[in-house]
């Protein structure tokens, strides 16, 4: 079946630090991948996303490239912002009935 | 653009009350409708899914039931909650070329 694994956190970094998180998938034929954001309190909200190998999704400063020879959609920021604290959940889509497939979750908090 | 009103944002319930969450989408017709839950330190799982009225499949055996009484309403429900049960739970809807997946705010259930 389909799965993806998320670094663990919480990830705590500085404000204009360099942020990744790593993700990686396991899929039956060829998965989109996706980045989602959810502030505190609030609903997810797509970040990126990217559909097939090679691809780059790209938003706010932050990146993801769709790897298919590892598998892998690390999401990476340059500077993150304390507006950046949320948790972060790295997804793929299948075409079953177009079910999204979530990783655990990584939790980011910046500081000043 | 799809919209998703989702009620309530929390709630509070006693050990073998009855639960019933709705969910309703503006903007767009005959989507995929998704219950997602979030339980504490873990990330989304996927319960029920419905591709139209009155189809429902679940994703994970439950004390749980889903209901799609109309093309852009969709209601979890149970007869009797446990403890377990707590938790955030997303509504979401998905539609191809409407602009992809769109979650609801999320209601928090805490079973008390």
């Known amino acids: 079946g389909n799965s993806v694994t998320q670094m663990e956190g919480p990830v705590t970094l500085s404000e204009e630090a360099f942020l990744t998180i790593n993700c990686t998938y396991t899929?039956?034929?060829?998965?989109?991948l996706f980045w989602y954001v959810q502030y505190p309190g609030e609903g997810l909200q797509l970040l990126l996303k990217?559909?097939?190998?090679?691809d780059k999704g790209s938003n706010k400063g932050f990146e993801a490239t769709y790897r298919k020879e590892t598998t892998s959609f690390h999401l990476e920021k340059g500077s993150v912002q304390v507006s950046d604290s949320a948790v972060y959940f790295c997804?793929?889509?299948?075409?079953?009935?177009?079910?999204?497939?979530f990783g655990t979750g990584t939790r980011l908090q910046v500081t000043l | 653009s799809q919209t998703i009103h989702q009620w309530p944002a929390t709630l509070v319930q006693p050990v073998g009350s009855p639960l019933s969450l709705e969910c309703t989408v503006e903007?767009?017709?005959?989507?995929?409708l998704y219950w997602y839950r979030q339980a504490a330190g873990r990330g989304l799982q996927l319960l029920f899914y419905?591709?139209?009225?009155?189809?429902i499949s679940s994703e994970v055996p439950q004390n749980l039931s889903a209901s799609r009484p109309q093309d852009r309403q969709f209601i979890l429900s149970s007869k009797k909650l446990l403890l377990s049960d707590s938790g955030f739970y997303l509504c979401?809807?998905?539609?191809?070329?409407?602009?992809?997946?769109?979650f609801g705010s999320g209601t928090r259930l805490t079973v008390v």
């Open positions: 899929a039956t034929g060829y998965p989109s």
């Open positions: 979401a809807c998905f539609r191809q070329g409407a602009g992809g997946y769109t």
């Open positions: 997804a793929l889509k299948t075409g079953t009935a177009s079910k999204l497939t």
């Open positions: 990217a559909t097939k190998a090679d």
């Open positions: 903007g767009t017709s005959n989507p995929n």
């Open positions: 419905s591709v139209g009225i009155g189809q």
